[in-house]
C-alpha cells in the first residue's frame, strides 16, 4: 500500500518577480480551485511577499537557496530571506518531519525552458508524476537535482514529495498567458496523478493510459561563466546562435560567447547539452547557463538505464 497524500501546497513568489506563479496561486484561491479535489487538501502560499512587493528576485539571499536542513537549524542566518525559510519550514515542516505531503512550486524563467519540470528526489512517486506530465502536456522537459546535493535547498524539499515547475521563457516581472495556462495545465495534471496514486494499492500506480517503461531526463552537473576582463567584468555575451535555444547540445569547438570586439569564443569541453542560457536571474553571479546530461530511468527500478 503506498503512502498516501493528504496535503498539498501551491507556493507562487518565492522569486518576487515571478508573477506568474503569484497570480495563479490567487487565482485558484479566489476561484477556490481547492474544492475541485476530494481525497486531498489544497492549500496555497506566496512565499516572499518582501520581495514581490519590491517586484525583485529577492531582497538579501535567494529564498530558493534557504532550505538546506543545516541552515534552517541554524539560528545566525537571520536575513530576511532566511528568517522567512524559517517560518516557512515551520508553516509547510519541519524539513524532515513534514506536515506538508506534496509541493508545488511554481517558477518562471527568462530561458526557453519549455515547461521544465525539475525532480529533486528519484523515487517510483517522481518518476511516475514526471513521466505522466510528459504524457499528458507537450514541450515537457524534466530536469534533475539529485545529483548536486543531498540536502537540497529549494523550498519544495521541505515535504518528502515536491517538484519545481518552471515555464519559459518569459521576461522578469511580466504576465504572459501563454506561461500562465502552461503553468495551470501542469498544475492540474500534477493533481490529477495525486488522485491516481492516492486510489491505488501499491507504488505502480493505474493509469488510464500506460507509462513508458523509462523515463528521459537532464541531469544538471556543471555551470558555465561569463568571460570577464581584468577587472572582473563581463566582457563577453551568450552567442547569438545559443539565445532561445531550448536544451541544445553543444560539442569542444562549437560558438559559445562572442566578444565585445565581436569575437567568436568557442566551447572547450566534453559534449553537453545547455539549460537556462542567458537566464537574466544569474547574471549577479556571472552564470551564463547550465551543463546538463541525458539520463533515462526505468519507472520500476528506479535505476539509471542508459
Known amino acids: 500500500m503506498n503512502d498516501k497524500v493528504k496535503s498539498v501546497v501551491i507556493v507562487g513568489g518565492t ?70 525559510a524559517k517560518e516557512i519550514n515551520q508553516l509547510l515542516g519541519p524539513k524532515g518531519a513534514a506536515k506538508t505531503d506534496f509541493i508545488l512550486d511554481l517558477h518562471t524563467s527568462t530561458a526557453n525552458m519549455q515547461i521544465n519540470i525539475v525532480l529533486t528526489r528519484i523515487d517510483p512517486f517522481h518518476l511516475q508524476l514526471a513521466a505522466y506530465l510528459k504524457q499528458q502536456l507537450d514541450n515537457v522537459v524534466i530536469t534533475s537535482e539529485i545529483e548536486l546535493m543531498d540536502d537540497h535547498h529549494f523550498l519544495e524539499s521541505i515535504a518528502t514529495r515536491g517538484i ?20 495551470q495545465s501542469a498544475i492540474e495534471v500534477a493533481l490529477d496523478f495525486v488522485s491516481y496514486y492516492n486510489h491505488s494499492n501499491n507504488d ?34 551568450v552567442h ?41 536571474a544569474y547574471y549577479d553571479q556571472k552564470i551564463a547557463m547550465c551543463c546538463c546530461r541525458p539520463a533515462r530511468f526505468s519507472l520500476e527500478t528506479c535505476l539509471r538505464v542508459d
Open 15 to 84: 522569486h518576487g518577480n515571478e508573477l506568474t506563479g503569484i497570480h495563479l496561486v490567487q487565482s485558484w484561491k479566489k476561484n477556490q480551485r481547492e474544492k475541485d479535489f476530494s481525497d486531498f487538501s489544497v492549500d496555497y502560499l506566496i512565499a516572499n511577499t518582501e520581495a514581490r512587493t519590491a517586484n525583485k528576485r529577492y531582497l538579501e539571499h535567494d529564498l530558493n537557496r534557504c532550505f538546506k536542513k543545516i541552515d534552517l537549524e541554524n539560528p545566525s542566518l537571520n536575513s530576511l530571506e532566511q528568517t522567512r
Open 164 to 183: 519545481v515547475i518552471e515555464v519559459g521563457a518569459i521576461p522578469q516581472g511580466a504576465l504572459e498567458y501563454p506561461c500562465f495556462e502552461k503553468t
Open 240 to 280: 547569438p546562435d545559443l539565445i532561445g535555444k531550448a536544451y541544445p547540445q553543444i560539442k569542444n569547438g562549437d560558438v559559445l560567447f562572442k566578444g565585445f570586439d565581436g569575437k567568436d569564443i568557442l566551447y572547450q569541453g566534453e559534449t553537453t547539452h545547455l539549460a537556462f542560457i542567458n537566464e537574466a
Open 204 to 237: 505502480q500506480v493505474t493509469l488510464p493510459d500506460a507509462l513508458d517503461e523509462a523515463l528521459d531526463l537532464m541531469s544538471y552537473h556543471s555551470k558555465i561563466v561569463f568571460p570577464v576582463d581584468d577587472s572582473g567584468e563581463i566582457c563577453a555575451v
